[in-house]
């Protein structure tokens, strides 16, 4: 994930409601709620609650409260919601593709097979390359576990792709798409330029034990997935090396992720018992722990990888509630979520957790910060517009969190980790 990459683009979406699927309708989804509370807070969120079409700001805020029993009751609120407006989700991709990574392996049920095998990924020419070991980790392994680390942590592209290549672009969609995420599309690597046809191609990735003995062979594959029929062009120009071409850039065959899907996947790892059953991910209690334990961890807090908090900071991947602040994160609070930013887009979507009072909620949101409507250009309005907006709506909701009277508190036993590695 670069910073110059894009336009901040944060939309809140909500999932589904008491258990039961919500439908989302279309073209807009909106209520007053989030409306009334940025008007509030003037003149903060007057630019963007004024241009708030021209900057495709999108929010979903969920309410969390506990029955007597323990029972979830989750209730969504919309601000400017519209799932047929694209944006480039970024970085947010490697959320799916990583649990995905989790339930092959459980799909795979081999002896000997698990998320911290050795894995070692091939080529098969062209322009894909090999890994056959990783610096980064204690022992030089690379694993599944490892590249979801890096992804959660840092936002990793190249551990991304290793992912990618090991599920196949068939897998990666076909499954979301019969658990009900009918809009995604996750057809390119990342932070690599290749083609179409290159993207279809993936590389043969073998496991094995400590003996070097393959436990698991998956061949280099091509995938005949049809791609949806998208004409989707943004902006009046872009830069083609250094090339101004004056015409909208096309987005029509770039990965696509809906912020109502992002949202609710990011309930999906953190309350799956809250969805139907169809639209669960087959993890174990253990997969679940390490999602949410890397979702939540702060750069400075992994030793292994070790992270320069200079480069890292503990905002480097919270753009809610922190932006694009430097300084240390207040540790009380426990943000799992995943970000992306590319092509001038900001995303985020997250669960928020603050131990001291026994709050929580969910919040994503996307904002497009592109004035002059080129992209490939490096001007954005991150610092000006995206991140401010991000960092002022995560303290907003935090806020709005404090002023509600709870009947009861949430333990968060699930979500409660030692960060020491």
Request: with cysteine; charged share 25%; hydrophobic share 35%.
């Amino acid at each position: 994930m670069k910073r110059n990459a894009g336009i901040i683009c944060l939309t809140v979406l909500i999932g589904f409601c008491y258990g039961i699927a919500t439908t989302y309708a279309q073209p807009a989804m909106k209520d007053d709620l989030l409306e009334s509370l940025m008007k509030k807070k003037s003149p903060v969120f007057d630019s963007v609650l004024a241009r708030r079409n021209d900057w495709n700001v999108q929010v979903i805020y969920t309410e969390i409260e506990r029955s007597k029993k323990g029972k979830l009751r989750l209730t969504d609120h919309f601000f400017n919601v519209d799932d047929q407006r694209y944006y480039y989700p970024a970085s947010t991709v490697k959320l799916p593709v990583a649990i995905l990574a989790l339930q092959k392996l459980n799909e795979l049920n081999m002896q000997g097979l698990d998320k911290y095998t050795t894995m070692i990924t091939g080529s098969e020419g062209g322009r894909q390359t090999e890994v056959c070991n990783d610096p980064s980790a204690p022992d030089g392994r690379p694993t599944i576990a490892h590249y979801i680390k890096k992804i959660l942590l840092v936002s990793d592209n190249d551990a991304f792709n290793r992912l990618y290549e090991f599920l196949g672009q068939e897998y990666i969609n076909q499954t979301l798409q019969q658990m009900g995420y009918s809009d995604i599309q996750i057809i390119h690597r990342l932070s690599v330029s290749l083609t179409e046809e290159e993207n279809r191609h993936t590389n043969p990735v073998e496991f094995m034990d400590s003996t070097g003995k393959v436990i698991f062979y998956k061949p280099a594959a091509k995938s005949r997935m049809v791609y949806a029929d998208r004409n989707t062009k943004m902006g009046i120009g872009y830069y083609r090396g250094d090339e101004l071409v004056h015409e909208p850039f096309d987005f029509s065959k770039k990965n696509r992720f809906t912020l109502t899907d992002l949202h609710r996947m990011i309930r999906a790892v953190m309350y799956p018992e809250t969805l139907p059953e169809g639209q669960r991910f087959r993890l174990t209690e253990d997969d679940y722990a390490f999602l949410r334990k890397y979702m939540s961890m702060l750069p400075r807090e992994s030793a292994a990888p070790v992270y320069d908090p200079a480069e890292y900071p503990d905002a480097y991947v919270k753009f809610l509630y922190y932006g694009s602040e430097q300084t240390p994160a207040d540790t009380s609070i426990r943000i799992f979520n995943k970000v992306g930013d590319a092509y001038g887009f900001l995303i985020d979507g997250a669960y928020f957790v603050n131990y001291k009072d026994g709050r929580e909620f969910f919040l994503s949101a996307v904002i497009h910060c592109n004035a002059d409507g080129i992209f490939n250009d490096d001007k954005y309005e991150y610092n000006t517009i995206g991140f401010p907006f991000l960092k002022e709506l995560g303290k907003l909701l935090m806020d709005y969190e404090r002023t509600k009277v709870r009947k009861r508190r949430g333990s968060f036993s699930p979500q409660k980790f030692h960060y020491t590695n």
